[in-house]
């Protein structure tokens, strides 16, 4: 099942709340930032024993002192204008994210809109770009797409199905 829920992502208590990293994971700006606030200095430290995470891949954390029991982090492309395999970047971010769940046994997953902030993927297309993969490969999950705002909850519930 996906649904479309609007506000902070941090506040979930789902198995695994989606991390939109750099490839660094230590923490950045827009999700990554507050995820890593709310979470506490935990997250930092497991983060920089993780060592990073290529783009379209993704890693898996403990959730520290968010209500969620994990994160997973995973690093979305910057947009170069269409033509860097940004579309498929993105759906491979999703999928890896939805395969680690898998291994670990969860069962719910949060994603907020991947690469879509400073990163500069354009909503629409990512937002079908996420329900297309999910529908494919995250059946067996209960999947959150998180919306920030009217206009993001808009735009993910216009790619629904």
């Not at 769940?101 to 994603?111: E, M, V, W």
């Not at 902030?117 to 999910?134: E, L, M, N, Q, S």
């Not at 959150?144 to 735009?155: E, F, G, M, P, R």
Request: charged share 20%; proline share 5%.
């Amino acid at each position: 099942m996906i649904r479309v829920w609007q506000g902070d992502i941090t506040t979930l208590k789902v198995d695994a709340i989606v991390n939109a990293a750099n490839e660094t994971l230590l923490g950045g700006g827009g999700v990554d930032g507050a995820i890593h606030r709310a979470a506490g200095p935990g997250l930092l430290a497991e983060c920089r024993r993780i060592g990073g995470c290529p783009t379209g891949e993704a890693r898996i954390t403990g959730g520290h002192d968010l209500p969620a029991r994990h994160v997973i982090h995973t690093v979305g492309p910057v947009w170069r204008g269409g033509d860097a395999d940004e579309d498929a970047l993105l759906a491979s971010a999703y999928r890896n994210s939805l395969q680690l769940a898998r291994d670990h046994g969860l069962t719910s997953i949060a994603f907020p809109a991947i690469s879509t902030g400073v990163y500069g993927f354009p909503p629409d297309r990512a937002a079908r770009i996420a329900v297309t993969t999910i529908a494919e490969h995250g059946d067996d999950l209960d999947v959150t797409l998180v919306a920030y705002d009217d206009k993001a909850a808009a735009i993910l519930a216009d790619a629904l199905p």
